[in-house]
């Protein structure tokens, strides 16, 4: 078996430790004597191993005590409809910038009226707003942001303040850094990005948000179904959880948030450093004060440059370098599981192309 440099978006790469730990227990979870996916959610097994994830994951984030934790389906889309569903009531305001803050943003207005407090749509999305720019109109029940922007490769340093509720979509940073849970109203984050396999997404919800419900909700599309019935209302993606439970020991063996962090910062130094002295060869989509840790784009001079880059690379077993379909070019995913190691041979296959090239 031959394991490849992975720098796939989403699902991703997750740590080697977990997927050992996850196989050396596959056919006996617990001694059940059955696998974590033939077990009953509602066995005391399960519910052991969920409380304990969530325990970690608290611990982890460091989760204020008016907070809850809950396991949902649907992935980060369902999220999109959902958020407002529960809580939009007369507006919805945006920061609009990328593809998933826009996405969220027309899915929400079904529900109710929505606007952009700020967007970077017009330049491409390839920067963060400043607070200068903001505009939150009046009877704005929320502000909506995406902390990491994971197709054009931007990301939140340092979060902004208003006087309504904020809720964030992390679903491509989540736990890749210690963050004030406090600011926020409402978290949520598909797994696939950092955390583990797609099919669970984590939500944190500030129970005064909660509170405020809207009531003409179908149950099963409710935050307080999960919470009231501890992510166990029907049957929740209870393999997801599991892996979740592993990558949370993972992430409190290997230094918490502040190792991830340390790393993540290490790690997107060598790719940018590649990018920024390659005399224009490579060039960073994103502004300089706005680039992602988690994920690196750039383009090459040509179409077929981008296109060659992406097949020899894959030749020496860097995977999945190709830009999302909506934007083009190149993007290195370079999520809390990928290694320094891997960060390296990338930077190394870069400097190597541009010289032949
Ligand atoms: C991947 C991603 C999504 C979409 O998640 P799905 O689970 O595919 O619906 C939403 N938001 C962000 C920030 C993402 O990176």
Avoid at 194 to 201: D, E, K, R
Wanted: contains cysteine; charged residues 20%; glycine residues 8%.
């Amino acid at each position: 078996m031959k394991r490849v440099y992975n720098f796939n978006a989403g699902p991703s790469a997750m740590p080697l430790d977990v997927l050992k730990a996850v196989q050396a227990e596959f056919l006996d979870f617990n001694h059940t004597g059955m696998s974590i996916v033939e077990i009953s959610h509602r066995s005391a097994a399960y519910q052991d191993m969920q409380d304990e994830t969530v325990g970690l994951m608290r611990r982890l984030l460091q989760v204020p005590d008016d907070y809850h934790i809950v396991f949902m389906q649907g992935g980060g889309s369902l999220q999109f409809a959902m958020h407002a569903m529960n809580f939009l009531k007369r507006r919805g305001g945006y920061l609009n910038t990328g593809v998933w803050s826009d996405k969220a943003m027309k899915a929400a207005s079904f529900f109710g009226d929505v606007y952009e407090v700020a967007s970077s749509k017009a330049d491409g999305f390839s920067y963060i707003p400043k607070a200068d720019t903001f505009v939150v109109q009046p009877d704005t029940d929320y502000v909506y942001m995406t902390s990491n922007n994971t197709i054009h490769g931007t990301e939140w340093h340092g979060y902004p303040s208003f006087d309504v509720p904020l809720f964030c979509d992390m679903s491509s940073d989540f736990m890749s850094q210690p963050v004030d849970v406090s600011k926020f109203d409402f978290i949520y984050a598909g797994a696939q990005k950092n955390i583990g396999p797609a099919g669970v997404v984590v939500a944190i919800i500030k129970d005064s948000l909660l509170a405020q419900t809207k009531e003409d909700v179908p149950v099963v599309l409710q935050y307080k179904t999960y919470v009231e019935h501890d992510s166990t209302y029907n049957t929740p993606p209870v393999f997801g959880i599991y892996f979740i439970n592993k990558v949370m020991h993972w992430l409190e063996d290997n230094g918490g948030l502040e190792g991830a962090y340390r790393r993540n910062v290490q790690k997107a130094g060598i790719v940018y450093a590649a990018i920024d002295g390659s005399d224009g060869f490579y060039r960073g989509h994103a502004a300089a004060d706005s680039r992602s840790l988690m994920n690196v784009t750039f383009n090459l001079p040509t179409a077929e440059l981008e296109a060659a880059f992406v097949a020899q690379a894959a030749e020496r077993g860097l995977i999945g370098l190709k830009g999302h379909r909506s934007l083009g070019g190149c993007r290195a995913s370079i999520y809390n599981a990928v290694t320094e190691e891997g960060c390296r041979a990338l930077a190394e296959f870069m400097e190597e192309f541009r010289k032949n090239h």
